[in-house]
């Protein structure tokens, strides 16, 4: 899963697809409790995808919290 972010991710950062990340929220929002959090945040600093990894987190965390 975590690999499956990573790569939706670097879509979403550095090809401009715009629309990954809906996909990266939903896979994030539905396998929250299974995630390797901080393998995914290792690998996102390793593909320069940090800032925008942490603001999909923070965008879920969020609508986790409403629910």
Do not use: P, Q
Not at 2 to 9: K, S, V
Not at 26 to 46: A, F, Q, T, V
């Amino acid at each position: 899963m975590e690999d499956l972010i990573i790569d939706r991710l670097n879509a979403y950062v550095h090809w401009n697809s715009l629309d990954e990340a809906n996909w990266i929220k939903e896979l994030m929002l539905i396998n929250n409790d299974k995630i390797d959090w901080g393998y995914i945040e290792k690998r996102s600093n390793e593909e320069k995808t940090n800032k925008e990894f942490l603001k999909l987190k923070a965008e879920i965390k969020n609508a986790k919290d409403k629910l």
